[in-house]
């Protein structure tokens, strides 16, 4: 399948789209549209992102570290308040690999958990169909994402979870975290792993909900953990 092909097989055809994957990978390609669109989200949102997540990490310091830190970070806010298009360029292709490296790593955990439940399609196979799910779950929510955040002009208020149910929660809160996991391109990313394991691996339907439902939701907890205790 050429790439647009794919695309439209992905929100169309998943199981055709994941059977191209499982007869030609085509990871370069997949890659590169993961890039693209978490890269030209973080490039465009970044004055709107780097400012709330640090407010963040303030909030969480004591009083005299606070204030020192925050002396510390003023420079920073001047520099992004009205980011140059060469800093723009530079934070989307960094947050571009960041993202793809992200789901390789993805791609490697659900590869041996595979493994070890007998699966036997191939590295390749597997990394195929995790980015090409990512074509959704980091691409396409990006792309989705950014017109909100601008607009709204947080990226923390911006969900597309059950979480937003709880807007007046503090987004630090592990049930809203929780909750927050339960995105919508989330969702769609997963129901392409599963059909994709399918393919690859030959699982049942079965065995392949509760291998992607699984690793997906000890991943995301595990995250949610590590956030904790920072």
Same mark, same amino acid.
């Given at each position: 399948?050429?790439?647009?092909?794919?695309?439209?097989?992905?929100?169309? *055809?998943?199981? @055709?789209? +994941?059977?191209?994957?499982?007869?030609?990978?085509?990871? @370069?390609?997949?890659?590169? @549209?993961?890039? #693209?669109?978490?890269?030209?989200?973080?490039?465009?949102? +970044?004055?709107?992102?780097?400012?709330? #997540?640090?407010? =963040?990490?303030?909030?969480?310091?004591?009083?005299?570290?606070? &204030?020192?830190?925050?002396?510390? +970070?003023? +420079?920073?806010?001047?520099?992004?308040?009205?980011?140059?298009?060469?800093? &723009?360029? /530079?934070?989307?292709? =960094?947050?571009? #690999?960041?993202?793809?490296?992200?789901?390789?790593?993805?791609?490697?955990?659900?590869?041996?958990?595979?493994?070890?439940?007998?699966?036997?399609? $191939?590295?390749?196979? #597997?990394?195929?169909?995790?980015?090409? %799910?990512?074509?959704?779950?980091?691409?396409?929510? $990006?792309?989705?994402?950014?017109?909100? /955040?601008?607009?709204?002009?947080? =990226?923390?208020?911006?969900?597309?979870?059950?979480?937003?149910? =709880?807007?007046?929660?503090?987004?630090?809160?592990?049930?809203?975290?929780?909750?927050?996991?339960?995105?919508?391109?989330?969702?769609?990313?997963?129901?392409?792993?599963?059909?994709?394991?399918? /393919?690859? *691996?030959?699982?049942? &339907?079965?065995?392949?909900?509760?291998?992607?439902?699984?690793?997906?939701? %000890?991943?995301?907890?595990?995250?949610?953990?590590?956030?904790?205790?920072?």
């Amino acid at each position: 399948m050429k790439f647009l092909n794919m695309i439209w097989g992905l929100v169309n *055809h998943p199981s @055709l789209a +994941m059977e191209s994957v499982a007869s030609k990978p085509q990871l @370069l390609i997949a890659s590169l @549209l993961v890039a #693209i669109m978490s890269g030209l989200f973080l490039g465009v949102v +970044m004055d709107v992102m780097i400012p709330e #997540i640090m407010n =963040l990490q303030l909030e969480s310091l004591s009083t005299a570290d606070a &204030r020192k830190a925050a002396q510390d +970070m003023e +420079m920073i806010y001047d520099f992004v308040e009205d980011p140059a298009l060469w800093l &723009r360029i /530079v934070v989307g292709i =960094l947050g571009g #690999i960041s993202s793809v490296i992200a789901v390789f790593i993805t791609g490697f955990i659900f590869f041996f958990v595979c493994k070890i439940v007998g699966g036997m399609g $191939s590295l390749a196979q #597997i990394l195929g169909v995790v980015m090409w %799910a990512n074509v959704i779950g980091t691409g396409f929510s $990006s792309l989705f994402k950014m017109p909100v /955040v601008l607009a709204k002009g947080s =990226l923390m208020d911006v969900n597309f979870s059950p979480a937003i149910l =709880l807007a007046n929660m503090d987004p630090q809160n592990t049930i809203y975290q929780i909750l927050s996991i339960f995105d919508f391109f989330s969702i769609w990313m997963l129901v392409i792993i599963i059909i994709g394991l399918q /393919v690859v *691996h030959s699982f049942s &339907r079965n065995k392949a909900v509760l291998v992607t439902v699984f690793t997906w939701f %000890a991943m995301s907890s595990f995250s949610i953990l590590l956030a904790g205790l920072q």
